[in-house]
């Protein structure tokens, strides 16, 4: 995809994983919730000045997440082979939304949790894949 290099991990799974993590530790949709519930801080408050709508505050939080999230994305690798074409079409996708939410900044874009969504599914459905790959019989179990 592109031949810049991370200092962040270098594989599948641990790409993965360090991606998935981000959703946890820096609690992205809990911070949207609270935009949308009208819960700021006083520098949220400064920086919706700037952006003039909620809906753009959460589109620059989710820019500003993605950046650090899709650093991991960069050295993502599938191995070679035909039995991996399916999980490499979803890393693809993965890759190029992520990037581009994280890299791309485009100041017209309006991101939305949606966007998130389709991420996290995305990070559910290659892991899934990838335990059946292996022989599994995955269950993500419920919580």
């Known amino acids: 995809m592109t031949e810049i290099k991370s200092d962040f991990g270098k594989g599948l799974v641990i790409c993965l994983v360090k991606f998935a993590e981000h959703f946890e530790r820096d609690m992205i949709f809990l911070k ?6 009208g819960n700021l801080t006083d520098l949220d408050k400064q920086i919706l000045e700037i952006y003039g709508s909620v809906e753009k505050l959460i ?7 993605a950046n650090g999230a899709s650093d991991h994305l960069y ?9 991996w074409d399916k999980i490499r079409i ?3 996708e993965l ?3 992520g990037l581009n939410m994280g890299h791309g900044f485009h100041l017209s874009k ?3 949790k949606e966007d998130l969504f389709e991420l996290f599914n995305l990070t559910r459905d ?5 335990d059946k ?11």
């Open 32 to 37: 949207i919730r609270d935009f949308e519930n």
């Open 59 to 65: 589109s620059h939080e989710i820019e500003m997440w």
């Open 75 to 83: 050295e993502i690798e599938v191995p070679k082979g035909k039995g």
């Open 90 to 92: 979803k890393v693809k």
């Open 95 to 97: 890759q190029e939304k």
């Open 110 to 112: 309006i991101w939305k």
């Open 126 to 130: 290659i892991a899934l894949m990838i």
């Open 133 to 143: 790959k292996l022989g599994l019989n995955p269950d993500v179990g419920e919580w």
